[in-house]
């Protein structure tokens, strides 16, 4: 007589959390493996500048700078695997984080910028806009912002009579956006 093996639905509901136990599978090591290569091969492409200012020991630092030195193709590919096998030992994803930010600005900077280009706008188009800027920042130095709006309209009308194919005039209204920066 055969013993039945319980079909996996007659089970408790916890038979599913058993799985996590497993150790990872030979293709799942493989592909980290990969992409801690990947990331040591973005390393060796930063400036010295940048690498400084990640979190990385000094021997991984020590590997990705002899590998910006390398110029065969056969060393540079040993050293860049040497590279990829230290990091199995690094903070992967901290430095994956900053090197986003690198790429792609903070999304915090990029919305703070998009509210100062937003504000310039309805600053050259509505006196309203530049009264609730002073009641949000009563130590502004109202002169100064007023002379600035005032060039920056004065060019914007100058660009608006433009012919086609002159290129419009900015100083004025990359000034504003200046202006507002240094405000914030």
């Not at 013993?3 to 058993?18: M, T």
């Not at 492409?45 to 200012?53: A, H, I, M, V, Y």
């Not at 806009?129 to 004065?154: M, N």
């Amino acid at each position: 007589m055969h013993a039945e093996f319980p079909h996996e639905s007659d089970l408790p509901g916890d038979f599913e959390d058993e799985d996590d136990d497993r150790p990872p599978s030979k293709s799942q090591v493989k592909r980290d493996m990969h992409a801690l290569l990947d990331l040591g091969k973005e390393l060796i492409d930063l400036s010295p500048e940048r690498l400084k200012q990640l979190p990385l020991a000094e021997r991984l630092y020590e590997a990705i700078r002899e590998a910006q030195r390398i110029t065969s193709h056969g060393g540079r590919r040993r050293q860049v695997h040497f590279v990829g096998k230290l990091m199995r030992n690094a903070p992967a994803e901290e430095i994956r984080a900053q090197l986003d930010v690198w790429k792609n600005g903070s999304r915090e900077a990029t919305a703070a910028m998009h509210r100062l280009e937003t504000l310039r706008d309805r600053l050259l188009v509505d006196d309203d806009a530049l009264t609730e800027l002073l009641q949000d920042h009563p130590g502004a130095d109202v002169q100064h912002l007023r002379a600035v709006i005032r060039a920056a309209r004065k060019e914007a009308q100058g660009n608006a009579a433009l012919q086609q194919g002159q290129d419009p005039q900015r100083k004025q209204y990359r000034a504003l956006f200046q202006a507002l920066k240094d405000l914030a």
